[in-house]
T-cell receptor, first 117, second 115 residues
Framework: AQKVTQAQTEISVVEKEDVTLDCVYE???????LFWYKQPPSGELVFLIR??????QNEISGRYSWNFQKSTSSFNFTITASQVVDSAVYFC??????????????FGKGITLSVRP | DAGVIQSPRHEVTEMGQEVTLRCKPI?????LFWYRQTMMRGLELLIYFNNNVPIDDSGMPEDRFSAKMPNASFSTLKIQPSEPRDSAVYFC?????????????FGEGSWLTVV
């Protein structure tokens, strides 16, 4: 079975602070894919990044960076110099061939990030 | 490029009424998903189509829920009769293939309230 745990439920920071959102996953598959999605107050789900299990390189995109560590089954997301527009719910998700439906995403519960001016 | 298009965006209906949610996937995508989001259960997969064929409907809560995909560019999720506990955000999503690594793109959601 697949499982994604986002232990943090709510995080509040002041603008320009750095913030890290944690994600821990469980799967028995050796090939799997990890995702982060953002859900702003308007409600839509916005794709941020996809990572496959064979690529442990960290990734940076502007103020966003992701740290994938298979040894700890973690795929953490860091926002540098946070801005008010970063306020949203952030979901980590896992997809693996063994999940039955090939592309089925198993989501974590989400982390509500509030960035105060 | 147009993303996944859902309608209606918001629906308020009375208990017992039929509700139909509609979805147009991204052109060229042949996998389509219906997800439901609630405070209690988070995001859960209801049903998944590949090439218009339902592959996994194990997440459909009960017989009151049904989904169809008559062609590659249209899908419906129907609830009949609706109940207050069906109140949720229903997301349609699509991806290129039924492959675990493909990115799933979501629509803006249909916010359903059953009173």
């Amino acid at each position: 079975a697949q499982k994604v745990t986002q232990a943090q439920t709510e995080i509040s920071v002041v603008e320009k602070e750095d913030v890290t959102l944690d994600c821990v996953y469980e799967t028995r598959d050796t090939t799997y894919y990890l995702f982060w999605y953002k859900q702003p107050p308007s409600g839509e789900l916005v794709f941020l990044i996809r990572r496959n299990s064979f690529d442990e390189q960290n990734e940076i995109s502007g103020r966003y960076s992701w740290n994938f560590q298979k040894s700890t089954s973690s795929f953490n997301f860091t926002i540098t110099a946070s801005q008010v527009v970063d306020s949203a719910v952030y979901f980590c998700a896992l997809s693996a061939p063994g999940s039955g439906a090939n592309s089925k995403l198993t989501f974590g519960k989400g982390i509500t990030l509030s960035v105060r001016p | 490029d147009a993303g996944v298009i859902q309608s209606p965006r918001h629906e308020v209906t009375e208990m017992g009424q039929e509700v139909t949610l509609r979805c147009k996937p991204i052109s060229g995508h042949n996998s389509l998903f219906w997800y439901r989001q609630t405070m209690m259960r988070g995001l859960e997969l209801l049903i998944y189509f590949n090439n218009n064929v339902p592959i996994d409907d194990s997440g459909m809560p009960e017989d009151r829920f049904s989904a169809k995909m008559p062609n590659a560019s249209f899908s419906t999720l129907k609830i009949q009769p609706s109940e207050p506990r069906d109140s949720a955000v229903y997301f349609c999503a699509s991806s290129l293939e039924g492959f675990a690594g493909n990115t799933i793109y979501f629509g803006e959601g249909s916010w359903l309230t059953v009173v």
